[in-house]
């Protein structure tokens, strides 16, 4: 009877156990698909004024891997115009949306570099984290996003383990937090809390009974199209449709556009004004630099009148 017993129990003991194996082994599975952190690599996204020319992207860059070689650097630019600020704030804010929580972005636009200016690690309310200088290049983010927390980075060890040169933080200081961000390290951990950051003032265009007063941010380089601080749909309340000739003030010079939908609804070397994918006003030459063309550099000022309202244009 025993031997019975024995010759029943035992396989199915056998096979429980198997069960619990590939139960197991499918609830790991699970977690890694579900978007779980096992097998995953972090993602440092990276962007400077310091331009190509020279070697201290490439350096920035061993210096993150140095200390997280698992990382995937990504860049935004490196072709910020040297110390505007305003430019490196709208890339950032630009490109930030695309990224998930978690991302570590490094910005270096940092004119003050060296001064009291105070770096720092900001993380936002969805959850990214950004290593850059209190010096308002964070602000169009922050006023999307919402902030959570900011930290001066004052931990030595969370620097480069040599001399901190008085010019280069991108090295120093920016780069190794970053990596260490990516590492997994404790954010509560590289310094004390900022309680007030510093804030850029954003240009608005000013709608009136008249028409729109805006400005002229920067350059769609490197095609030269004029981008603008004009939202889409402040334009559309002028009573425009597609095709219209709008006589625009650019720069207090009246110059006369077709507002269509796209470059190619005007023939090669033709003028437009449209909205472009951020939804801004814009105005470009078909396959041409319209900066270029007309030689019209940002900052400058543009001014659309209401339809119907009489201007002198060409």
Not at 124 to 142: E, H
Not at 152 to 180: C, K, L, V, Y
Not at 275 to 292: F, L, P
Request: proline share 7%; hydrophobic share 40%; aromatic share 8%.
């Amino acid at each position: 009877m025993i031997s019975r017993v024995r010759s029943f129990v035992l396989p199915l003991l056998a096979l429980a156990m198997l069960y619990a194996g590939c139960s197991k082994s499918t609830d790991q599975r699970n977690s890694v698909s579900s978007g779980g952190q096992l097998g995953s690599r972090p993602t440092i996204v990276f962007m400077t004024d310091f331009g190509t020319a020279n070697d201290a992207v490439a350096i920035c860059k061993a210096v993150m891997l140095s200390i997280a070689p698992d990382a995937r650097i990504m860049d935004i630019t490196h072709q910020v115009p040297p110390f505007s600020i305003e430019e490196g704030a709208r890339f950032l804010e630009a490109v930030t949306p695309y990224y998930p929580a978690g991302t570590v972005f490094v910005a270096v636009v940092d004119p003050g570099v060296g001064t009291s200016r105070k770096a720092i690690v900001v993380k936002s309310r969805k959850g990214q984290y950004f290593v850059l200088p209190d010096n308002g290049l964070i602000t169009p983010v922050l006023d999307r996003d919402g902030l959570e927390m900011a930290r001066e980075i004052t931990n030595q060890n969370w620097m480069i383990q040599s001399t901190i040169s008085s010019t280069f933080h991108g090295r120093d200081i920016f780069s190794p937090s970053g990596a260490h961000l990516a590492a997994g390290w404790d954010f509560n951990l590289v310094g004390p809390e900022v309680p007030q950051l510093v804030r850029l003032t954003p240009k608005t265009s000013t709608t009136t009974e008249k028409g729109i007063d805006g400005d002229i941010l920067g350059l769609d380089d490197p095609f030269g199209s004029l981008i603008t601080d004009i939202p889409g749909d402040e334009f559309k309340k002028l009573g425009y449709n597609l095709s219209d000739k709008v006589v625009v003030q650019v720069n207090k010079k009246p110059v006369t556009l077709p507002f269509v939908k796209t470059f190619m609804d005007v023939p090669v070397g033709d003028s437009l004004l449209f909205i472009d994918s951020r939804g801004r006003v814009s105005i470009a030459v078909n396959q041409g630099n319209y900066s270029k063309k007309f030689a019209v550099e940002p900052p400058g000022t543009i001014s659309i009148p209401r339809k119907g309202v009489p201007t002198k244009g060409r």
